[in-house]
């Protein structure tokens, strides 16, 4: 079966963005590029408990 293309670029970057898990209800959280994707903005999808990570840069990623 073939592979559809990506369009969206910030989907590319979130499947490298590690998954956390809700702190109480022990569920994924859904994940999403915030602050022009320099955070990560994580969402409990039962409790709706939010947490907000700062992305890392890759070492010689820098511009």
Excluded at 9 to 25: E, F, K, M, S, Y
Aim: net charge positive; hydrophobic share 30%; aromatic share 6%.
């Amino acid at each position: 079966m073939p592979t559809v293309p990506n369009n969206r670029p910030d989907q590319a970057v979130l499947a490298q963005v590690p998954d956390r898990i809700c702190t109480w209800c022990k569920v994924p959280m859904a994940k999403r590029l915030v602050g022009a994707g320099r955070f990560i903005h994580y969402t409990c999808p039962k409790c709706i408990f939010q947490h907000t990570t700062k992305r890392e840069d890759k070492p010689g990623s820098q511009a």
